[in-house]
């Protein structure tokens, strides 16, 4: 029966159209102020994400909206953390942009839109939202990534994204059209139990199967999944810097709250037919990503392969598939989200123009004349490798830990070579900054920026801290997971 629409029922959804309405006051106030002034703007989009991450905290009542929208502890996660994202991205952005040369009033409502998406990405109960959330994450990056107008490769990027994007859309479309056909619905739940019933024909299952494949490759592509990643490295290198950090954090948590949430509730009872072909993807895609950043001179670059390395082991969880192994992505992707901001806050601060920064040798004889952003640099580059105490270690444990358990010993090994394997271009980096002369990039770098170093300080000091007691964080993600097999 249709739920009733009343001042109740919308209650679980309050979050996001306190957000929209929100989002809209910040299009409105850039489009009517004479001044431009970005900073005010800026600041107005923080505020904003600040009340939905309020409101997503607070004490309400749990349900589904509309057999479409999940208020529950995952979708709480979630909008916490890409919140915590959009606003460590827009106060980078107070600081990166003028020095880029970016005077576009939209940037600001665009990045708060995809916020908004990817929380209707990890909140869709329903194929059909799922899609309507994350086109509305993907079209906003789309124009943020080629925001630098007069720039070609920031041009480039913008369009090869969205180029790969719409054909990962469509892919996904036929995949939901091939779900709806064998099973009449779009609900997560209800797809699920259209696929367990007894008496399935074997051609059936086989289309079933192909129609959850299709709907893994259009997720795939925006988590950067080998073989759909080849947009990453262009997009990550040809975008301002600041979208670069949103795109290898928020997207990417967008990407994996729609993927779990889809794999355990409605694909769940295909996993033993799927589980082979997500063991050589997560392989493959941490091998990839890890041996082809061995030979990036361009920082963006390798943390675009580092980014499709990191997904394979992210895809680790959704092969064991167990709540454990679950919970450990969600964690994860939040140490994961601080390891990344800590790396293009400095990147960030290093920047006079829209493409300083960007190569390795540009941070040479950075310990000498910077050095407290070596050191913040060198926390994320160890983190990223899996260095204890810091959170990359006890996220890579957790991570292999669980899929341990569930018997994936083989892909735990792999895994483990690949982490060892990632030293290599990781501490490349820390060794450029310590042991070569200063280059004439970090000579010149100007001061770091109030807002980026506030960033970069709050991040590092979370990647120390999130490692040392991870409890509260792992708590929280194992709280959050409950909250999906409970709906």
């Not at 483990?416 to 070569?436: K, P, Q």
């Amino acid at each position: 029966m249709p739920q009733a629409l009343n001042i109740g029922s919308i209650l679980p959804i309050l979050p996001l159209l306190v957000g929209s309405v929100w989002a809209m006051l910040v299009l409105v106030a850039e489009m009517f102020s004479s001044s431009r002034r970005f900073a005010g703007v800026a600041w107005l989009s923080v505020i904003g994400l600040v009340g939905v991450a309020a409101l997503a905290l607070q004490p309400g009542p749990a349900g589904i909206y509309v057999d479409a929208l999940a208020n529950d502890t995952y979708t709480s996660f979630f909008t916490v953390l890409t919140c915590a994202i959009g606003i460590g991205s827009m106060l980078l952005s107070i600081d990166y942009l003028p020095a880029a040369g970016v005077r576009k009033g939209e940037y600001y409502p665009l990045m708060f839109f995809a916020v908004l998406g990817v929380i209707v990405m990890a909140a869709a109960t329903d194929l059909i939202v799922m899609f309507v959330g994350l086109e509305t994450m993907s079209m906003a990056v789309y124009v943020l990534a080629g925001i630098l107008r007069n720039d070609v490769r920031s041009n480039e990027a913008s369009l090869k994204y969205f180029l790969l994007g719409a054909f990962a859309s469509a892919l996904l479309l036929y995949g939901i059209a091939t779900l709806f056909a064998m099973t009449g619905s779009t609900n997560l739940a209800q797809v699920a139990a259209a696929i367990s019933r007894h008496g399935v024909a074997p051609t059936d299952h086989l289309v079933m199967v192909l129609g959850a494949g299709l709907v893994l490759i259009g997720l795939g592509f925006k988590i950067a999944a080998v073989p759909f990643h080849l947009w990453a490295p262009d997009v990550y290198e040809g975008a301002p810097s600041s979208v670069t950090a949103f795109m290898a954090t928020a997207v990417k948590a967008g990407g994996f709250a729609a993927l779990m949430r889809t794999a355990v509730v409605a694909l769940g009872p295909l996993h033993a037919d799927l589980q082979m072909v997500l063991w050589a993807a997560s392989a493959v895609t941490m091998t990839v990503g890890n041996l082809v950043a061995l030979r990036q001179l361009s920082l963006k670059r390798m943390l675009a392969y580092s980014s499709i390395a990191h997904t394979g082991y992210l895809l680790m969880g959704v092969v064991a598939c167990t709540p454990q192994a679950s919970a450990a992505v969600l964690f994860y992707l939040a140490g994961y989200a601080a390891m990344n901001l800590v790396a293009f806050g400095v990147l960030i601060a290093m920047a006079r123009g829209p493409r300083d920064g960007d190569q390795i040798a540009d941070y040479a004889g950075l310990a000498q004349t910077r050095p407290l952003l070596a050191a913040a640099m060198t926390i994320s580059m160890l983190s990223l490798t899996g260095m204890p105490p810091l959170v990359g270690f006890v996220g890579k444990l957790y991570l292999f830990q669980t899929a341990l358990q569930a018997g994936y010993v083989g892909l735990v090994v792999i895994a483990c070579f690949n982490s060892v394997l990632s030293a290599a271009y990781y501490l490349g980096v820390v060794r450029t900054m310590y042991f070569e002369p200063p280059s004439a990039a970090a000579e010149v770098a100007p001061a770091t920026g109030v807002y980026a170093a506030f960033v970069v300080g709050v991040s590092t000091i979370l990647t120390v801290v999130l490692g040392i007691v991870p409890a509260a964080v792992i708590g929280a993600a194992t709280r959050a997971f409950k909250g999906v097999l409970l709906g």
